[in-house]
Nanobody, 123 residues
Framework: VQLQASGGGLVQAGGSLRLSCAASGRTFSSYVMGWFRQAPGKEREFVAVISSSGSTKYYADSVKGRFTISRDNAKNTVYLQMNSLKPEDTALYYC?????????????????WGQGTLVTVSS
């Protein structure tokens, strides 16, 4: 399984970005998928998670109401729409595949990771 994240970039505060994560393999639609982020000098933190069907989603409190996770199982892709971006959203963003059916916020419960895409929000 390979995960390829893209869509990061430099944006001004208040702006928007859409991250994509394309997965290889034929079983993408069977797995819970998550987005995490890691800022310089900080631990990796949970951002959002989505069920295999896309019907259930959970968000970190820090992004709730601003970010939206979605997926297109026909395209083996999961997305993260980020609106009203803040400088504190600056981080390397990772997509990951869960190793269980739980909506875990623990990075240790994810077994495959993308390479990360950098989001920088200027003030």
């Amino acid at each position: 399984v390979q995960l390829q994240a893209s869509g990061g970039g430099l944006v001004q505060a208040g702006g928007s970005l859409r991250l994509s994560c394309a997965a290889s393999g034929r079983t993408f639609s069977s797995y819970v998928m998550g987005w995490f982020r890691q800022a310089p000098g900080k631990e990796r933190e949970f951002v959002a998670v989505i069920s295999s069907s896309g019907s259930t989603k959970y968000y970190a409190d820090s992004v709730k109401g601003r970010f939206t996770i979605s997926r297109d199982n026909a395209k083996n892709t999961v997305y993260l729409q980020m609106n009203s971006l803040k400088p504190e959203d600056t981080a390397l963003y990772y997509c990951a595949r869960s190793s269980s059916s739980y909506f875990s916020r623990n990075p240790g419960d994810y077994d495959y990771w993308g390479q990360g895409t950098l989001v920088t929000v200027s003030s």
